[in-house]
């Protein structure tokens, strides 16, 4: 529910929504939602200062019954 949730959202903010991959790890202090999207939509997901990345933490992390740890991959980096 959480990984569809943040899909949606970040769906919206996007210039390349079918690029948009949301993936679910089970992690030591909670789940960690890694976001992938086309690379010249990085800009837009994180915003100015980290600002829209701070934003979806925040309603992912209301949405959440437990810790969620929420990750925008850079996939040039890796």
Known sequence: ML????EH???GIV???DEVRVS???A???DLLE????????G???GRSGRTARALRTVVGALAKGPVRVDV???DRR
């Open 3 to 6: 990984a569809d949730a943040l």
């Open 9 to 11: 959202l970040v769906r």
């Open 15 to 17: 210039d390349h929504p």
């Open 24 to 26: 679910t790890r089970a």
């Open 28 to 30: 030591r202090r909670g």
């Open 35 to 42: 976001l992938r999207v086309h690379p010249s939509d990085l």
């Open 44 to 46: 837009r997901v994180i």
């Open 73 to 75: 991959v850079d996939v």
